[in-house]
DNA sequence: CGATCCCGCCAAGTG
DNA sequence: CACTTGGCGGGATCG
């Protein structure tokens, strides 16, 4: 149905994919939608079915999200090229965004390692944290106003000069270009391999998306992108040929990033006209890096031990090349040996066949270590839960509360959907949370909640390894490194934007409509995306929904949160598929130190936030999630979450957890999972899997039923609605989704329970993708569902593409588990999905909301809703921006 | 016609 | 030197 709506393009795309793609095994579920489309086309080749984009897709549907570490997620530029018949320098173009998101690493020559989307929070979470830093959001509305005001004049030059101004800023700030931001565990081969070349493609991506995320409506200009990257790289000459480059360049990107799903084609309308540009649609409840560090980081530098130092520091390591000042990462001369002979070690790991640290990363995952890990995930939200109970489900807010958190906005927002997630998965008997957890807890080991944990973020920890006792040397200057930590921890705790933001988000309802009057930029209610957006707000009732729509360009926080709340929703599939993803990896495979509590950062935190006990608690499983495994979509749950509810009261963290090291060449090592190692060891007997396994099936079935991903573009469909009337959660499709895992389940339970991903998480995450695996039918079908949801419940919702793309979902603890049973896990992606997040419903939260929000129709209810409300001040727009997507045609 | 962006030349890097 | 990477911009297509 929905691909009918969809435009010709995106059908075609569809039956490209399915057709062309041999992994699109599943395709076939999606078939009833080819129906429309004509395959005798094909013949000629339209140069759309060419397209980087859909190349990107292909590519993307030939490797899971969310890989198993412990296999071999090798790359081969050859094979990739010679079976998707490209050239090899199409790949190029896209394996190169792929890496700058730290979705693939390079190993050696032709060969890389794919991560998926593991580290893609993580990277996201620097991004933002680097983007911050270089002021991206300040330069982007100069850029902005000067266009504005001078459109008449001189252009050129006054944005030449513009430029110059901002990068003299930067400069000030003493750092100024950046290189490719680095993330901890992928940091080698950025430097060793590449040689310093890196140059636009990767570092242009990673700007790129910094844009995004620093902005705030989610809404960037190719235009002013352009100009910014412009202006970093080379002052002066605003070619126009040079500008025209760029612009090419960024539609590369943007393609590729559009596969991703984490962007979107808008217009914005302006005075002038409508200029191309590019909407978030990723996530954006990433961690906040920042606070990491700031946490850890003091003491450990003084230390002057490695110590754990936050991912974003890591991450920070080559950000500012150096132009000038060697301060922080910069390399110092001194260092450049070390660095090099690091690079050495990296090589030479990097070309021996097999890399040591994959194979010490097999090794452990498997084993007990995630065990022992998963156990002590139990026992934190254990803790979580006996706290949630006890404060009742009130609300997340007390979260809030502490200022110094920043995530607990993004886990506010999130939170819904998380809590949601939960529910669903917990099963039936979402009735109450509490009950839930106190299942759990009683049965000190787990309820099945747990389960949902995908291993991958164990990729991580592998990486780790490459320290080298060579190359994990004191650190050269620590001093550098405390200045860093000191920066970081200046702009989390003083950065008045991002706490202003938080608070917004929080606190202020009202303040969105202002917000939204403001904004400059206006998606055009006749959009559907508007509708969406609009929708797709928070359910919260204190928080209004505002406008979406419109977006300021800075000023108002809180719209940008409202906004991104939208947004989030979503995202909120992909989130929400990578959180089960990851959840299971942690139950099964992974143990990541963190979520032992190892991880110093950890213990750091509750200390430090004692207070709120609960609070830590949450915040720690989120850390623990987010950062092992990179999407943490988390946060929200501190709390809501039945998983992380289920607290362990004294959960004994072990003290053996390795913070990270930093390496002094200049390049940070971050070595973030050490703590694997040592944590392996104590394996936790306790809750092995059975607990995970069995006795939950039912509870997992839910989940995401509800939750239908619906395509951006076909925002119409009411899901609003839904949600509040239509306990969606339990809809039929997803149970009858579920006895097919059943099936599967046993073998789960028999065998690792760890390792096996629960039917009921796997159900679900077909459900959520919308599509079954082939293998297995899914009783999903899009009949199946009853709700009323059902239009969406067709939901194979494609991206704006419409494409449905399957990915084979890590399928190595499946495999390996249940040896009988070949299964495949499948994987679809869904970008866009929109849900409506409903932290509010913590009460329900149990029951699901994932209601898919999307209703273009709707929008204008929503907006106007929107304007009514009293709060709102009426701002007179200084500029108008439209963004509408395109895909409406 | 402007927005997109594919294609592939060819230089820089690497082994 | 051959091969891998990947910058770059002409010019074809799309809308």
């Not at 680095?182 to 391999?193: D, K, Q, T, W």
């Not at 979503?570 to 989130?575: M, R």
């Not at 293998?775 to 704006?800: A, D, E, K, W």
């Not at 499946?814 to 866009?832: A, K, R, Y």
Request: proline residues 7%.
């Amino acid at each position: 149905m929905l691909i009918s709506a969809a435009s010709p393009e995106i059908r075609n795309r569809e039956k490209k994919l399915n057709t062309d793609e041999n992994e699109a095994t599943e395709a076939t579920d999606c078939s009833q939608e080819h129906l429309s489309g004509d395959e005798s086309d094909r013949l000629q080749p339209s140069r759309k079915e060419k397209s980087l984009g859909l190349l990107c897709h292909k590519f993307l549907a030939r490797y899971p999200d969310y890989p198993n570490p412990a296999l071999n997620n090798n790359v081969c530029l050859d094979e990739v090229a010679g079976e998707l018949n490209v050239e090899r320098r199409r790949i190029y173009d896209i394996v190169n965004v792929l890496e700058s998101l730290h979705m693939v690493s390079r190993l050696a020559k032709n060969r890389y390692t794919w991560h998926g989307r593991s580290n893609l929070m993580q990277t996201l979470g620097t991004l933002k944290t680097v983007g911050d830093e270089h002021k991206y959001a300040e330069q982007m509305q100069q850029i902005k106003q000067r266009d504005s005001e001078k459109e008449f004049d001189s252009d050129n030059e006054e944005e030449n000069e513009h430029l110059s101004k901002l990068r003299g800023i930067e400069t000030e700030l003493g750092h100024r270009e950046m290189c490719f931001v680095e993330l901890p565990g992928m940091e080698f081969r950025a430097a060793s391999v590449n040689s310093r070349k890196d140059k636009s493609l990767r570092v242009m991506s990673q700007k790129f998306v910094m844009l995004f995320l620093v902005s705030k409506p989610r809404v960037v200009s190719l235009e002013v992108a352009a100009k910014i990257l412009i202006g970093e790289d080379q002052v002066v000459d605003l070619d126009k040929s040079k500008f025209k480059t760029k612009i090419r360049r960024l539609y590369d990107i943007a393609n590729v990033l559009s596969s991703l799903a984490l962007i979107r084609k808008v217009h914005v309308t302006e005075e002038r006209g409508r200029k191309p540009a590019f909407k978030w649609t990723g996530p954006e409840d990433f961690p906040d890096v920042k606070r990491t560090k700031r946490l850890t980081t003091p003491t450990s530098v003084t230390s002057g031990i490695l110590a754990p130092r936050s991912s974003v520091d890591n991450c920070a390591k080559n950000l500012f090349p150096s132009s000038r000042t060697k301060q922080n990462f910069t390399r110092h001369p001194s260092l450049v040996k070390l660095a090099k002979s690091i690079e050495d070690d990296r090589r030479k790991i990097n070309s021996a066949p097999s890399s040591p640290v994959k194979k010490i990363f097999g090794d452990f995952s498997d084993s007990d270590l995630h065990t022992s890990r998963m156990a002590q995930l139990a026992a934190i939200c254990k803790v979580q839960l006996d706290e949630q109970s006890k404060q009742s489900k009130r609300k997340p807010k007390p979260h809030y509360a502490k200022p110094s958190q920043k995530t607990k906005g993004k886990a506010a927002k999130t939170t819904g959907h998380v809590e949601s997630t939960l529910s669903s998965e917990l099963g039936a008997n979402s009735s109450s949370q509490t009950d839930l957890s106190v299942q759990a807890y009683s049965q000190a080991q787990y309820s099945p909640i747990i389960p949902v944990i995908l291993p991958q973020n164990q990729t991580v920890a592998p990486y780790a390894i490459y320290l080298h006792s060579s190359s994990a040397r004191p650190m050269a200057n620590p001093s550098s490194f405390a200045v860093r930590s000191m920066t970081f921890g200046d702009n989390a705790a003083g950065s008045p934007a991002d706490t202003n933001s938080e608070y917004s988000l929080h606190s202020a309802p009202t303040g969105n409509k202002d917000s939204i009057s403001s904004e400059k930029y206006e998606y055009d209610l006749s959009q559907k995306n508007v509708s969406s957006t609009n929708q797709r707000t928070t359910p919260d009732k204190g928080h209004k929904r505002v406008c979406t729509e419109t977006f300021q360009e800075n000023s108002f926080p809180k719209i940008s949160k409202t906004q991104t709340n939208l947004e989030d929703t979503a995202e909120f599939n992909e989130t929400y598929q990578a959180r089960v993803k990851a959840r299971r990896g942690l139950i099964a495979s992974r143990p990541s130190p963190r979520a032992l509590h190892l991880d110093p950062e950890f213990i750091n935190t509750p200390e430090g936030k004692e207070n709120k006990g609960s609070d830590n608690l949450g915040e720690s499983v989120e850390k623990f999630l987010e950062n092992e495994e990179k999407p943490s979509y988390s946060d929200s749950e501190a709390g809501l979450t039945p998983v992380r509810t289920v607290p362990m009261p004294a959960f004994t963290i072990p003290a053996r957890l390795q913070p990270e090291a930093l390496i002094p060449a200049g390049y940070l090592i971050p070595i973030s999972h050490p703590s694997l190692f040592s944590c392996q060891r104590s394996k936790s007997p306790e809750r092995k899997g059975e607990t995970t396994s069995t006795p939950s099936h039912p509870a997992y079935q839910s989940p995401i039923t509800g939750v239908i991903p619906v395509t951006s573009d076909f925002h119409h469909v009411t899901l609003t609605s839904t949600r509040s009337k239509i306990p969606v959660s339990q809809s039929a499709a997803s149970i009858a989704s579920f006895p097919l895992f059943s099936q599967a389940s046993p073998s789960f339970a028999s065998g690792r329970q760890v390792n096996g991903p629960s039917p009921g998480i796997l159900n679900f995450t077909l459900q959520n993708l919308g599509l079954i695996s082939p293998g297995i039918h899914s009783s999903v079908s899009p009949g199946t569902l009853t709700t009323p949801i059902s239009p969406i419940t067709g939901h194979l919702r494609f991206q704006q593409g419409g494409m449905i793309f399957v990915k084979p979902m890590s399928p190595l603890h499946v495999h390996n588990q249940i040896p009988g049973q070949p299964m495949t896990l499948i994987s679809l992606q869904q970008p866009t999905v929109q849900t409506t997040p409903k932290g509010s419903q913590s009460a329900h939260n149990e029951s699901f909301f994932h209601t898919p929000v999307s209703a273009s129709s709707q929008l204008p209810a929503v907006v106007s809703t929107a304007s009514r409300t009293p709060q709102e001040n009426v701002y007179i727009p200084q500029r108008k921006l439209e963004v509408s997507t395109e895909d409406n045609s």
